[in-house]
């Protein structure tokens, strides 16, 4: 199949498992993708020629960013990185892939005190959970290792994703508060969505046939 630029939809595809469940829905849709098209791959840009997609490898939190700005028409992304970056795009599709949810999370003894302190990677659906339920908290935006926060009394609690629980129990962590469930999520650029709305429409409805259907990735 010979697409031209115009016709060849870019997705941005965060690196890691989301990829792999992704391009396995893809997959499952009916979209020949080749055998390199995999999470193993090392390339940034991984072109699929004959369904007439390029993809663009990226880390989960710029996503919306390469989508918003149009260098991607389309993108897949989780509904965690969706609301704490809060980007101008369109969200199309619920793909139902790699589920998990957002937690508030603490030491088993802990006690409420006043303006407690929240460790998080998200520190916007923190600000926003907490105002919501009419507390006032001091949030301290962390890179990485958030569970380690109240083992050393930086932070009273931690909002981090939550998946098994794992790693939350082998830090002598406990789930708290449940705030939100997280699925993986298909978003748009809004300018594509209009100009290759044909392509964009064949695409989601061929996922949404999938999703539909409940088959496991």
């Not at 870019?10 to 499952?28: D, H, N, S, V, Y």
């Not at 999520?185 to 695409?203: M, T």
């Amino acid at each position: 199949m010979d697409m031209s630029a115009f016709d060849t939809l870019t997705i941005a595809m965060p690196k890691g498992r989301i990829f792999g469940e992704a391009t396995e829905l893809l997959r499952q849709a009916g979209v020949p993708l080749p055998a390199d098209v995999s999470e193993d791959s090392r390339k940034l840009t991984v072109s699929a020629p004959e369904a007439g997609l390029s993809f663009l490898l990226v880390k989960p939190v710029d996503v919306p960013t390469y989508v918003e700005h149009g260098v991607a028409d389309l993108g897949v992304v989780g509904k965690d990185v969706l609301l704490e970056e809060a980007r101008d795009v369109y969200e199309l599709l619920d793909l139902g892939i790699s589920p998990c949810h957002m937690a508030v999370a603490g030491l088993p003894d802990w006690s409420p005190v006043l303006h407690p302190k929240v460790a998080t990677k998200y520190p916007r659906i923190a600000d926003r959970y907490f105002r919501e339920q009419g507390q006032q908290v001091e949030v301290i935006k962390l890179n990485g290792s958030v569970e380690l926060a109240p083992l050393i009394g930086l932070a009273d609690r931690i909002v981090d994703i939550v998946s098994t629980g794992r790693t939350l129990k082998e830090n002598g962590l406990t789930e708290l508060e449940h705030i939100t469930d997280i699925t993986s999520r298909l978003i748009a650029n809004r300018a594509s969505y209009r100009l290759k709305s044909g392509r964009i429409q064949d695409l989601y409805e061929k996922l949404a046939s999938v999703v539909e259907k409940g088959e496991p990735v």
